[in-house]
């Protein structure tokens, strides 16, 4: 089994940043692929970032540019540095990992965290 922490989750101002931990623990995630997903109130979870386990990574096209996802195998981490951020960012942000290729759907996800709450004021 696979546990997965988030941090780094806060109050932040429209064009500020944060970063974005997801530390696992139980087993190695290096083999994982692993994405940062967000759900707003009243919307569907949706995926941010992902990056396989050869570090080849993707986004959702509202956040190219400004969210960079990374991984630190020897750390067992997962990052998201989100820059310029937006009020309609605000979310819960959750971590998850999975054996096996890419995907957007998240019921595909092996494993979760609890998520860290991102707020962003205007």
């Known amino acids: 089994q696979v546990q997965l922490v988030e941090s780094g989750g806060g109050l932040v101002q429209a064009g500020g940043s944060l970063r974005l931990s997801c530390a696992a623990s139980?087993?190695?995630?290096?083999?994982?692929?692993m994405g940062w997903f967000r759900q707003a109130p009243g919307k569907q979870r949706e995926l941010v970032a992902d990056i396989t386990s050869g570090g080849s990574t993707n986004y959702r096209d509202s956040v190219k540019g400004r969210f960079t996802i990374s991984r630190d195998n020897a750390k067992n981490t997962v990052y998201l540095q989100m820059n310029n951020l937006k009020p309609e960012e605000t979310a819960v942000y959750y971590c998850?990992?999975?054996?096996?290729?890419?995907?957007?759907?998240?019921?595909?996800?092996?494993?979760w965290g609890r998520g860290t709450q991102v707020t962003v004021s205007s």
């Open positions: 998850a990992g999975r054996v096996g290729r890419r995907t957007v759907a998240s019921s595909l996800y092996d494993y």
């Open positions: 139980g087993r190695s995630i290096s083999s994982y692929t």
